[in-house]
T-cell receptor
Framework: QKEVEQNSGPLSVPEGAIASLNCTYS??????FFWYRQYSGKSPELIMF????GDKEDGRFTAQLNKASQYVSLLIRDSQPSDSATYLC??????????FGKGTKLSVIP | EPEVTQTPSHQVTQMGQEVILRCVPI?????FYWYRQILGQKVEFLVS????????KSEIFDDQFSVERPDGSNFTLKIRSTKLEDSAMYFC??????????????FGSGTQLSVL
């Protein structure tokens, strides 16, 4: 059974702070990992993907992958109120049959 | 940015009725997917489709579900006899390639299905 686990939150951070979102996965065959942002009632929107161990940066976002620990994280620097959403972690093992976590709700307080 | 289009945005049906959810994938994409999300739950993979055949399907995608690409632009999900537990947001998605690559998995805006 492939599982992706996330702390459901809510995670509250003040505006301008760093938000740290974490995810663990059970399937060692998973190769690539995705972070999606989902606003209430909307479709998931891709923020970052990562498939190599280490860090990957894109603007205010940094994804981190540690395959040995089966751990993925997303850092959001200079958090803005517009970043308030649910963040979904997903993993895939070679295709887009992705396994999603339940998501972490982030609230950025002005 | 190109978009995956889904219609209708909301669908209300009676238990036992058939529903067809429609999607127009991005024009140069070849692989198509359906996911669903029950309120408050995880996004779940249902099925992937390529070259007029199902590539992969999950345990959720049982005989009550079917997919079809009836023409060159539409991709549909049919639920033959809806159950209360089919109530969910259904997302269509598409990609150019099958394997995990640098490209995005583009999700449509979703169809909220309510089974009464």
């Amino acid at each position: 059974q492939k599982e992706v686990e996330q702390n459901s939150g809510p995670l509250s951070v003040p505006e301008g702070a760093i938000a740290s979102l974490n995810c663990t996965y059970s399937d060692r065959g998973s190769q690539s990992f995705f972070w999606y942002r989902q606003y209430s009632g909307k479709s998931p929107e891709l923020i970052m993907f990562i498939y190599s161990n280490g860090d990957k940066e894109d603007g205010r976002f940094t994804a981190q992958l540690n395959k040995a620990s089966q751990y993925v994280s997303l850092l959001i620097r200079d958090s803005q109120p517009s970043d308030s959403a649910t963040y979904l972690c997903a993993g895939g093992a070679g295709s887009y049959q992705l396994t999603f976590g339940k998501g972490t709700k982030l609230s950025v307080i002005p | 940015e190109p978009e995956v289009t889904q219609t209708p945005s909301h669908q209300v049906t009676q238990m036992g009725q058939e529903v067809i959810l429609r999607c127009v994938p991005i024009s140069n994409h070849l692989y198509f997917y359906w996911y669903r999300q029950i309120l408050g739950q995880k996004v779940e993979f249902l099925v992937s489709f390529y070259n007029n055949e199902i590539s992969e399907k999950s345990e959720i995608f049982d005989d009550q579900f079917s997919v079809e690409r009836p023409d060159g632009s539409n991709f549909t999900l049919k639920i033959r006899s809806t159950k209360l537990e089919d109530s969910a947001m259904y997302f269509c998605a598409s990609t150019r390639l099958a394997g995990l690559t640098n490209e995005k998995l583009f999700f449509g805006s979703g169809t909220q299905l309510s089974v009464l």
